[in-house]
Nanobody
Framework: QVQLAESGGGLVQAGGSLRLSCVVS????????MGWYRQAPGQQRELVATITSDGSANYADSVKGRLTISRGNAENTVYLQMNSLKPEDTAVYYC???????????????WGQGTQVTVSS
């Protein structure tokens, strides 16, 4: 029943900005971190940014200073503000939530369906 809904992807020119949003629907007992991953054609899925419940963020070196991850007040949302976009940022971006569906369940990863971000040169 838990679903992650992503939005905000699209086509932008290099140097432009996008803001990705992800909302977790359904009930989760806890979410201890959320993040964004991306996968370019022919590439492995890679971490873009993660953020924990206490607000600690981690970024891939390639996006530091350009992309900013944040969580909403409801703590079931996560955003990725993408500035100064580069063609190499082109990928499908996936929202991730790590947590427990119920208190007695193990922590697991939940994934969104992905949203396409295309940056033209």
């Amino acid at each position: 029943q838990v679903q992650l809904a992503e939005s905000g992807g699209g086509l932008v020119q290099a140097g432009g900005s996008l803001r990705l949003s992800c909302v977790v629907s359904g009930t989760l007992f806890s979410i201890n971190s959320m993040g964004w991953y991306r996968q370019a054609p022919g590439q492995q899925r890679e971490l873009v940014a993660t953020i924990t419940s206490d607000g600690s963020a981690n970024y891939a070196d390639s996006v530091k200073g350009r992309l900013t991850i944040s969580r909403g007040n409801a703590e079931n949302t996560v955003y990725l503000q993408m500035n100064s976009l580069k063609p190499e940022d082109t990928a499908v971006y996936y929202c991730n939530a790590r947590g427990q569906g119920k208190w007695y369940e193990r922590t697991r990863d939940y994934w969104g369906q992905g949203t396409q971000v295309t940056v033209s040169s």
